[in-house]
């Protein structure tokens, strides 16, 4: 599976953006998908993500109610909107992706594929 992001940016606090991460390599419908980030001298972090047969999407508490994941199979494209953006959600944005039938969402050593990542800068 080959992921490739799209969408970071600069932008103002309270401002939005939308990141996409398009897969290939593999049926999109059958991926479990997550969001990560990681800002400067900090470990990587969960924001936010889908297993395939599931209809519940996971969010951390950090940004639920402000991000919002969703996916186009038929794109092979999954989304990362992001709201009322803050300072503290600047950071190196990345999307994941696992077969795995059995996983958890939240936990960056389930995943197999990583995109390359997308900066996110929000200014105050």
């Known amino acids: 599976v080959q992921l490739v992001e799209s969408g970071g940016g600069f932008v103002q606090a309270g401002g939005s953006l939308r990141l996409s991460c398009t897969a290939s390599?593999?049926?999109?419908?059958?991926?479990?998908m997550g969001w990560f980030r990681q800002a400067p001298g900090k470990e990587r972090e969960f924001v936010g993500g889908f297993r395939w047969n599931g209809d519940r999407t996971y969010y951390a508490d950090s940004v639920k109610g402000r991000f919002t994941i969703s996916r186009d199979n038929a794109k092979n494209t999954a989304y990362l909107q992001m709201n009322s953006l803050k300072p503290e959600d600047t950071a190196v944005y990345y999307c994941?992706?696992?077969?795995?039938?059995?996983?958890?969402?939240?936990?960056?050593?389930?995943?197999?594929?990583w995109g390359q990542g997308t900066q996110v800068t929000v200014s105050s």
């Open positions: 390599g593999r049926t999109f419908s059958s991926i479990n």
């Open positions: 994941a992706a696992t077969t795995k039938p059995v996983m958890v969402v939240s936990e960056t050593l389930w995943y197999d594929y």
